[in-house]
């Protein structure tokens, strides 16, 4: 008598137990969708933050690509005043200098930003950037090293630490439609500081005078560059205040294995594209204003030729990055570059204030367009986000290398006789492509 009511309770224990374990299923399987639901609203493209991401990036490019565009007047001011005692070649170092350390850097930069360091990277890139364009301020005339120091690399430096995260970033909101399309955005900022930088240069230092040689002085070029460091420095607070890093979805992150990357043949094809472009993708940058004034272009004329060529890069960093998101990034990324090596060449036959314009303009459009696709064709490439900084930043800093050495070769080239089909040549065959074909063969489908 006694076993029956044990036996009669077990079932009855059994079937509590499977419902209490029904139930405590039910509520992690509603947990879990509750968990999905939140990384899909997190992995919605763009949103306010992205937008607001896309809009620091903006304030970043103008400070930073956007004031290394307006060398062409450090360039002229310096070689016929400031510095008149050094070669163009010596002169062309700093630029250079600075260029190679804004993209070199990203070899650094890149990893970081994977690793979450973003903040850290653009508060004190910032602070630094700000630092060493006031100190240009009090530099000395013909003491090569006291701006070399703080323009070519302070500055570039601080740049280069902030360059690729700002881009990683933006990729990070823009990881499949309009990435290209929004990298092209907050690459135009560099453009429009490629306006707005040579013209308030130009303006300032040489208020004085307008004939080629004359009408800079110490006083003026302090004073236009305290002007033109107040102006970045409010960017810059702009751009801390507007970017936004997105939250981690959850889960455990893929380690980056950056040695693999050059086991994949279509990064290392990229990525020596790069190098051999950006040999000549600066030669305009760095020297249009001199040679639009040493082929008789008045100078209140050759004064606007950089801002003229920034203007029209304005629209090569919009237009073809929208085609890109439908045909794949370097799907217009070539035959960009090739057009850069055709119009490159093209300065060969100008000599007329007509042709220089007509050349310019044109060269505007399709540099803007190459610079705005190598970092989304590259980030294209990443198996997951965890590795785009890694991925730009390698590609950045190997093409680093040739923005370090392509001017001051130009320099030498041109001799101090002006010597202008010597630096041309060379940069126009630089850019263009070996054989685009391979290319189309390595890269068979779209992104």
Known sequence: MTELPAMSKTPALERNATLVSLEKNQLVLEKQEIEVEEVQVQDEEGGLHGWMTVAGGWCAQFVGIGHANAFGVYEDFYKENYLSNESSSAIAWIGSTQLAMLFGMGLIAGPLFDKGHFQTLVYSSAAFYILCNFLLSITKPHHFYQVFLSQGIGMGLAMGMMYVPTFGLIGHHFHTRRRAFAMGIASTGSAIGGIVHPIMLNNLINAGGNAFGSGGTEGTFGRAIRINAGMNAGLLGLCILLMRTKKVTGGVKPKVNMGAFFREPEYILVTFGCFLATFGLFFPVVYVQLFSATKGISQSLSFYTLSILNAASTLGRTFPNLLADRIGSLNMLIPITS??????????????????????????????????????????????????????????AVAGISCLAGPPINGALLTSTFKWSRPIIFSGVRLLPPCPSSWNQAFSDPE
């Open 339 to 396: 057009g850069l090596g055709a119009l490159v060449l093209g300065y060969l036959g100008v000599a007329s204030l007509a042709s220089d314009a007509v050349v310019t303009v044109i060269f505007g459009f399709f540099s803007g367009g190459f610079i705005s696709l190598m970092i989304p064709t590259v980030a294209s490439l990443a198996k997951h986000q965890g590795e785009i900084g890694a991925r730009i930043g390698i590609t950045s």
